[in-house]
């Protein structure tokens, strides 16, 4: 009975002992709020062989009177500030913030991360293992790509958002949710598909549509700022440097390729046989995209079924769409529309010869032995090269509104 006993006190003992060291090692870290500086975003340059990092750190004496928020404070104060450092390494950088700051650099709360160009065609292996190594940072960051000096981007205001980081964030989300030209990329998303068997992918540019910065609160006072931020190409990163852009157009039929499309307004020609104007608008509410690779004879063919239904929103020709003709005549011209835009961008992406399609996972998946083979030779280039694509696009015009006539029509009756 002793024995049954002991054994007991010993068992509930060894469950009570990780539980108390996890009670004490609780607060082994703790640091006071005030002695942080809570950075909202980063920027990462490569200048004379050494990183350039700037931070954009949250103002803590900002008022947000001016900039649509609440607190006190000094109004004249920005709501952020940056701090730029060099460094050979990224951490040897980020300590040497605290030579000119008041406040220890703390990175959980950071929204985006800027990768200058200079930086991308040095390569970004570094930069994601240093996210992925350091404690405080997030890999849950929006990854963003500069043409020019990444720092630059985190000192432009924003109206209407006192948290600029947060703003690019929404910005970014707002565009995938609306009009899907790209879709943001987190920064696990990029380490994952770097490391897959495609090893390429992309991210959105960020860039500013004047060349003044407006870094002054006083300048955000104005309705039309002469320099915004604003979302521009699709940059693409194959192995860990940068390979080359792909215009929005091009970066539309890749979402269509990749299945990216979550809504998306599309501008195609109403009557297509009179005339190759655009003048009508479809709203895309439901897109699927199902790709599955065909080996035939000595290379991949692509098949690409794109499906998809939506509202017709804008016409600007005579139509009557009680006629089933007209409708199918404008849904063929839909599917025209966005059999250019992937054959487009197929082409831009095979002339960078950046898997960003993620061809070779599906391949890989679908094919192992065949993918096996291709591992074994390493001749995935090559193979990649000799692809084709056969997309097919079938669209729907489920709906045209509260008219069955354009207002042209009715002008003119």
């Known amino acids: 009975m002793n024995t049954r006993i002991h054994l007991r006190q010993v068992f509930c003992l060894a469950l009570c002992l990780p539980l108390l060291s996890a009670l004490l090692s609780g607060c082994w870290d703790d640091r006071e709020l005030n002695e942080l500086g809570i950075t909202s975003g980063s920027a990462y340059d490569w200048e004379n062989n050494q990183w350039k990092a700037t931070y954009q750190v949250i103002n803590p004496s900002s008022g ?31 300590e040497r913030t605290n030579l000119t700051s008041t406040r220890e650099m703390f990175f959980s709360h950071s929204r985006i991360t800027v990768i200058g160009e200079s930086l991308a065609k040095h390569g970004i292996n570094q930069l994601l293992d240093m996210f992925l190594r350091k404690q405080d940072a997030r890999e849950t960051v929006y990854v963003f790509i500069a043409k020019g000096d990444a720092g630059d981007i985190l000192d432009q205001l924003m109206q209407m958002t006192k948290n600029q980081g947060a703003g690019i964030q929404l910005m970014i989300e707002q565009e995938s949710r609306l009009l899907s030209y790209y879709p943001g990329t987190r920064l696990f998303e990029l380490a994952m ?64 390729l990749t299945d990216n499309i979550k809504t998306a307004t599309i501008a195609f020609a109403s009557r297509p046989q009179t005339s190759d104007k655009l003048d009508a608008s479809f709203v895309l509410q439901n897109s699927t995209t199902t790709v599955r690779p065909v080996w035939t004879k000595d290379h991949y063919i692509m098949d690409v079924d794109i499906k998809g239904s939506g509202i017709l929103s804008e016409l600007g020709s005579v139509m009557d769409l009680n006629d089933r003709a007209a409708i199918t005549e404008m849904e063929d011209s839909l599917e025209q529309q966005v059999l250019e835009l992937v054959n487009a961008s197929w082409s831009e992406v095979k002339k960078l010869g950046a898997d960003v399609t993620g061809f070779a996972v599906r391949i890989h998946r679908s094919d192992r032995k065949r993918w096996k083979q291709i591992e074994k030779e390493k ?26 006539k354009s207002f042209k029509s009715v002008q003119q009756e």
């Open 64 to 94: 947000a009177s001016g900039m649509g928020g609440s607190g006190g404070g000094s109004t004249s104060s920005p709501p952020f500030l940056t701090f730029t450092v060099k460094g050979n390494t990224i951490m040897e950088a980020i």
């Open 379 to 404: 001749s995935w280039e090559s193979v990649f090269q000799e692809i084709e694509i056969r997309p097919h696009v079938s669209f729907q015009i489920e709906r045209t509104g509260l008219s069955n």
């Open 193 to 256: 598909a770097l490391s897959s068997e495609s090893g390429a992918a992309t991210l959105p540019e960020i860039l500013l549509t004047g060349p003044e910065i407006m870094d002054e609160t006083s300048e955000t006072g104005i309705t039309d700022l002469p320099s915004r931020l604003a979302l521009g190409r699709l940059g693409v990163i194959k192995g860990e440097k940068f390979a080359g852009w792909l215009n929005q157009r091009q970066a539309f039929g890749l979402s269509f």
